[in-house]
């Protein structure tokens, strides 16, 4: 969760900080949307990793602990 | 839904690679020479046999039958009948959550697969059999390895901008999908929610920083060497999925609703009574679809339902709706759809040229209305003539079953605790004669321990 809200304020930083060249009088929200997606690319790409990551590891030692009482019986 | 004769439907007319068409009754959906190479990919990739068998996709079959527009037709295809239209500003929080959520569920798998949901509108996920189904076959497309999702705002404004409206701030807040039929705009969301709604890493992204983002980058050039991996595109869903669980809405905290309010107004013998004249007056008709009006938490629209009718259960409060849907889903009730409808200000017919999303009444299909305590609402509460309701009615269908709820009745006298009794017409007599004028009545019976009545009506032809 440190790591989403570490990049969270990066990426927020980022957007808020940077000026747009130029002002348009009718904004097309689209492709602000598009150009939104690649700054968040990493974000949201990193997050799924460490998830995926995450789950398994816990997978793995709830494995081991649910063995465990087993392994006794026998 | 209203259909003409070999009309092409009015909704479907922004998609260049088909369109819904409809003729002598049957519904078609054509797919066009500019789909084909998408559209074999779905079937043969496989993933529409996958989505078709875990509920998510509407099945359609192959027909010979002539297209609307030979010159760029590629199939004709015939998707398996929806019962009813509905629209997102008519679903519950739940139902607008479990649609994002199938929505979400449908994108992943189509990932799987190879392909990618290039369009996830609301108003292409409809309730069938119970629970929600994308029926947009055209909505998918080849993934475009290394391109963002390109229904990535539409998602948000769609689901995530309503849902966390509803959730954060206020029930009522759905209704404004009614406006802005391409789902609310992300600023006006952001701006909307309380600050709190920050803390919440999906909302912050999705959101707030998604609003100030398409706000920086409008209008900038597209950078087109730089690529959207799919672990990230992955990562978007989940994080998408992530926020849209986590939106809660309870109905103890906002004080909506009183449950089973008018039920209470019967002993447990009158509320038998009344149950059991309404299941023998459905059993004379035999219809095949019922709309319940003041449906409550669907009491009486289960005896329709269970009959094998489908049963639209329409209410005005959201938390009855939610309950109701609720109870559709842990049932897994298949012939009842719980739906939001305020009657005095019913759903209009909205888009391009009003003819995008129909008005409520122009969905009328309906071969049996039930009105069970709910007239006094209309016609006290809410100052509707007697004339003009049975004008009402008779624009829906052509059996009626309706209670008629005296001034004696402690529900009127609330009602009129805080209004002039200007309704000196509402009375039996007046009732029944301003109904006899349009309807032929052929069971009048009073419900024990009551002093509410129950009328069996149909239409004169």
């Known amino acids: ?74 | 839904m209203t259909t003409h004769n070999h009309l092409k439907q009015a909704a479907s007319f922004r998609d260049p690679n088909g369109f819904i068409f409809s003729r002598e009754e049957t519904i078609y959906r054509q797919v066009n020479i500019a789909y084909q190479g998408n559209f074999d990919f779905l079937i043969e990739s496989g993933l529409y046999n996958q989505l078709v068998k875990e509920g998510l996709l509407i099945p359609h079959r192959e027909t010979n039958a002539p297209p609307l527009d030979p010159e760029n037709s590629y199939k004709i295809l015939i998707p398996e009948k929806i019962e009813f239209i509905s629209y997102p500003y008519e679903w519950s929080f739940n139902q607008l959550k479990d649609a994002a959520l199938t929505t979400l569920s449908i994108q992943k798998k189509a990932l799987e697969f190879g392909m990618s949901l290039k369009d996830s509108s609301g108003y292409n996920i409809q309730f069938h059999h119970g629970r929600p189904i994308l029926i947009d076959t055209l909505s998918f497309e080849i993934y475009p390895e290394g391109k963002p999702w390109v229904s990535y705002r539409q998602f948000c404004q769609h689901f995530l901008a309503p849902l966390s409206l509803m959730a954060y701030q206020d029930i009522r807040l759905g209704n404004l999908l009614k406006s802005f039929i391409d789902g609310i705009p992300l600023d006006l969301t952001s701006r909307m929610l309380p600050f709190r709604s920050r803390l919440a890493p999906s909302l912050l992204i999705h959101i707030h920083l998604h609003a100030s983002g398409q706000k920086r980058y409008a209008g900038e050039k597209l950078d087109t060497t730089q690529r959207f991996n799919k672990t990230s595109l992955l990562g978007l869903i989940d994080s998408l999925e992530t926020g849209i669980k986590q939106l809660k809405w309870s109905v103890n905290k906002t004080g909506w609703s009183n449950y089973y309010q008018d039920e209470q107004s019967y002993t447990a013998e009158g509320l038998a009574h009344k149950q059991q004249l309404v299941s023998e007056f459905i059993s004379q008709v035999k219809p095949g679809i019922v709309w319940d009006l003041g449906a409550n938490t669907g009491l009486f629209s289960r005896l329709a339902s269970e009959s094998g009718a489908f049963t639209l259960a329409f209410d005005f409060d959201p938390a009855v709706v939610d309950r109701n849907y609720q109870e559709v889903v842990s049932r897994k009730e298949t012939h009842l759809l719980p739906l939001l409808q305020d009657l005095t200000n019913p759903s209009p017919a909205i888009g391009w040229q009003n003819r995008e999303r129909d008005s409520l009444k122009d969905r009328a299909n309906a071969d049996l209305v039930m009105a069970l305590a709910l007239i006094h609402h209309l016609i006290i509460g809410n100052n509707v003539p007697l004339e003009s309701l049975v004008g009402f009615f008779q624009t829906l269908s052509k059996w009626l079953i309706i209670e008629f709820v005296p001034k004696s009745d402690p529900q009127v006298r609330r009602l009129l605790v805080a209004r002039e009794d200007i309704f000196e017409s509402y009375t039996q007599d007046e009732f029944e004669r301003r109904f006899q004028e349009q309807f032929i009545i052929h069971r009048s019976e009073p419900i024990r321990d009551s002093s509410r009545r129950l009328y069996f009506m149909e239409i004169r032809s």
């Open chain 1, 1 to 74: 969760m440190n790591i989403w809200i570490l990049n969270t304020l990066l990426i927020a930083t980022q957007i808020l900080s940077s000026t747009p060249d130029k002002k348009l009088a009718y904004l097309d929200p689209g492709s602000g949307s598009f150009i939104f997606q690649m700054i968040i690319a990493t974000l949201v790409g990193a997050a799924f990793v460490i998830k995926v990551y995450w789950k398994r590891i816990i997978g793995f030692f709830q494995k081991i602990f649910s063995r465990q009482p087993k392994d006794k019986q026998e």
